[in-house]
């Protein structure tokens, strides 16, 4: 086939598209129950698409909006079958939450919720300090990272922001139970999920002084067959850092928020962690960013500039408590600008600080909500041009296919719906949905980057329990990585030269520069996503 489309399918009420390569004219679309033509149009012209490097033509069948089963036919060439639903959506949105339950450490992982994917209890030993060798602390729980078994905080810090925030805006998305080991009738399944890393990362902060230390990890990663509870060499609690401590006082200030209403005690630990995080960071102004010393190889995560994530940390400490400290903070360093305010990646936070500020329940300063409104709307607007030229309806540029591109397609996506949510309309959710079609298979490598959704969904993700479990199927639920033209791996750069862009990936374990997975690429999905469950 070489008609990429969305291989879940579409809701009645979504913008429906198809790219088609090197082809134009009238396509039909067959219901498969009747046989009857049900919807029949033209593609438009034929582009040349810079990202892609693929000729192409989109074919809109917005207007088709009865349920059924389809696939489209032309030019001698026939699609996929596809359904037309409310519910499309609705397993995939569970499946990317429920990758989180697999990704747990410290405990074991039983049949029961895990089915095949089940394996023993792993990193339970205790965790030496890297710079107070003498001392050990207990690291267990959380989430691994990645195809990797490291534990990060700034990473954790996005994948937690991303979760409380599509549970935030959209509570109803989670009405059904993923299940859990802990799920209950007190609260949703999503904020146990989350509690999982919340508990860990109270266990990374450094009782005498506030600190956060920046990561868990072994000092080198096994091999990539490696199991969990293979993984048994030593643990390490590598040095604090600002960019983790300011993240994790945001996540935590956050999380108080959240988790107010349903379970005080734990609120108020939250929230006393992010105090005592932000006199650290009040008592060390300016640090260097995090370096990997020279015997450690794993996920280095450094960030020179913790601009952002202190903006961060400042905006949810007000939105959490409405005190003046922290609201002038806020504003200074909106007023120095020397980072990126609508950003949502791991090394720029700042985006969370302005969704923060502009949902503040609190007192504002009128201007700088004038900032940061006509900031985020520039921001949005920008994106919505990108995608509107480009040949896959998505917002990113040729240079924008960089390690973890899938993350940015769907950070995107989660602007879009933010923006749109805090301007009170709906003029970006034709966008926003081609993103999530993008993601689901409508892409040149006609793939759905979700393991285990799709019918060409990814198969061979890095990812080591994948790998060394002996069953056929990866985990599901897992988004990858994606294309990344800077051939960052041996496979890469052996594989793919000389590819476009958005062209330079490939569905190989050993690729882990396109087709890793990791906490902070599901987690804006399960955002977007949520958007586009059954209301
Ligand atoms: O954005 C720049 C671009 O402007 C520049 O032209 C290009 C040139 O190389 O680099 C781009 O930056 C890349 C950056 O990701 C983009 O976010 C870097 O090259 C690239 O090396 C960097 O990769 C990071 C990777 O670790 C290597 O450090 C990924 O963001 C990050 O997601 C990934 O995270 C790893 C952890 O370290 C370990 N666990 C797994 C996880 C996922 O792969
Ligand atoms: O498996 C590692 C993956 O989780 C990281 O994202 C990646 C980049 O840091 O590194 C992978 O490990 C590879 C290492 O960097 C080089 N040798 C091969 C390793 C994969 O088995
Ligand atoms: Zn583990």
Not at 86 to 110: I, S
Not at 129 to 150: E, F, L, R, S
Not at 442 to 470: C, F, K, L, Q, W
Request: hydrophobic share 35%; aromatic share 10%; charged share 20%.
């Amino acid at each position: 086939q070489h008609i990429a489309m969305n291989q879940l399918g579409y809701r009645p009420q979504d913008r429906k598209l198809a790219v088609i390569q090197e082809q134009t004219g009238v396509y039909r679309i067959v219901n498969e129950q009747t046989g009857e033509v049900a919807w029949e149009g033209e593609t438009s012209a034929l582009q040349a698409d810079q990202a892609s490097g693929a000729k192409v033509s989109q074919l809109d069948f917005t207007s088709l909006k009865e349920v059924g089963q389809y696939r489209i036919e032309g030019n001698g060439d026939r699609s996929w079958t596809f359904t037309i639903d409310g519910r499309v959506y609705d397993d995939v949105q569970v499946a990317v939450l429920k990758a989180f339950y697999y990704l747990r450490c410290g405990v074991e992982l039983t049949s029961e919720y895990a089915g095949p994917w089940k394996h023993g209890a792993c990193h339970t030993s205790p965790v030496i300090v890297y710079d107070q060798p003498d001392k050990t602390i207990d690291g267990t729980g959380g989430w691994h990272d990645a195809g990797d078994y490291g534990k990060y905080i700034v990473a954790a810090g996005k994948a937690v922001a991303d979760m409380l925030l599509a549970y935030e805006l959209y509570p109803h998305a989670f009405d059904r139970k993923v299940p859990l080991p802990e799920s209950d009738e007190r609260m949703v399944d999503v904020l146990h999920e989350v509690k999982v890393e919340l508990d860990w990362m109270l266990k990374m902060q450094d009782q005498d002084t506030g600190g956060v230390y920046h990561k868990l990890t072994t000092l080198q990663f096994p091999p990539l067959d490696t199991m969990p509870e293979e993984d048994t060499a030593e643990l390490y609690a590598l040095p604090i850092s600002a960019c983790a401590t300011a993240s994790f006082a945001a996540t935590m200030a956050m999380a108080a928020r959240v988790y107010r209403r349903l379970d005080q005690p734990y609120a108020e630990r939250c929230l006393d962690a992010a105090k005592q995080a932000w006199k650290w960071l009040e008592a060390n102004p300016q640090t260097p960013g995090f370096k990997n010393p020279v015997d450690v190889g794993t996920g280095e995560y450094g960030d020179e500039n913790d601009w952002d994530e202190r903006y961060w940390a400042a905006a949810e400490l007000y939105r959490a408590t409405g005190e003046a400290e922290y609201h002038q903070v806020l504003l200074q360093s909106v007023k120095a600008l020397g980072f990126n305010l609508t950003a949502l990646g791991w090394s720029d936070m700042g985006g969370y600080g302005t969704i923060s500020y502009l949902l503040c329940e609190h007192e504002r300063d009128e201007a700088i909500v004038g900032v940061l409104k006509k900031a985020l709307s520039q921001r949005a607007a920008e994106l919505a041009q990108v995608s509107e030229k480009d040949g896959y309806g998505i917002s990113l540029l040729p240079e924008d296919y960089r390690w973890g591109s899938n993350m940015d397609v769907m950070n995107h996506a989660m602007l879009l719906l933010l923006t749109q949510h805090i301007e009170g309309h709906h003029r970006y959710e034709g966008i926003a949905a081609a993103h999530v079609h993008y993601l689901l298979g409508m892409n040149v490598n006609e793939i759905s980057y979700i393991s285990g959704y799709g019918h060409t969904a990814m198969a061979y993700p890095h990812h080591r329990p994948s790998v060394g479990d002996g069953i056929e199927a990866p985990v599901p639920g897992m988004v990858s990585g994606g294309p990344n033209k800077n051939l960052q791996d041996e496979y890469a750069a052996k594989h793919l030269q000389g590819k476009a862009p958005a062209a330079c990936y490939a569905d190989h374990e050993d690729s882990y520069a396109t087709n890793e997975v990791t906490i902070y690429w599901n987690s804006p999905a399960l955002f977007v996503l949520s958007h586009f469950v059954h209301k």
